[in-house]
């Protein structure tokens, strides 16, 4: 967010077919509710996607923080993208609990947003283009 209190732009609604399908369904779910105005529905979204990159990547089983570094050592999850996984899984789990004090603001989900989205392009879409250029 700009130092005026503009919003950030949101990540594109459309994702490409290099994507698995449950995956881009999650996160069109995750935009729909930011764009309704629902930031915890959004966040909580935000983190299934993880789960389900997660799942996508051979994690299935520990908690989803164990998933996550386990994706991280392996650098299936690039360490400098690391802890926006964390911010993401620990902003999720506040959307999914009831708290009066801990909200998540529109500006919360739309971060995380775009850095679920800029997840997918690293681990999905970029490999794939390169995998086409290089065989054509």
């Known amino acids: 967010m700009g130092s005026r209190g503009e919003e950030l732009p949101l990540p594109e609604f459309n994702l490409s077919s290099d994507i698995p399908k449950e995956i881009a369904n999650a996160f069109s779910e995750a935009t729909t509710a930011l764009l309704a105005n629902c930031p915890r529905a959004s966040a909580v979204m935000a983190r299934r996607i993880l789960e389900a990159i997660a799942v996508d990547k051979g994690e299935t089983s520990g908690s989803l923080a164990q998933r996550l570094a386990n994706l991280s050592s392996t650098v299936i999850i690039h360490p400098t993208l690391?802890?926006?996984?964390?911010?993401v899984r620990l902003i999720g789990n506040q959307g999914a609990h009831?708290?009066?004090?801990?909200?998540?603001?529109k500006k919360d989900a739309q971060q995380l947003l775009n850095f679920i989205r800029e997840l997918l392009k690293f681990r999905y879409e970029l490999p794939a283009e390169l995998n086409r250029r290089r065989n054509p």
Not at 82 to 87: A, V
Not at 98 to 105: G, M, P, T
């Open 82 to 87: 690391t802890e926006w996984t964390k911010e």
């Open 98 to 105: 009831f708290d009066l004090i801990n909200n998540i603001s």
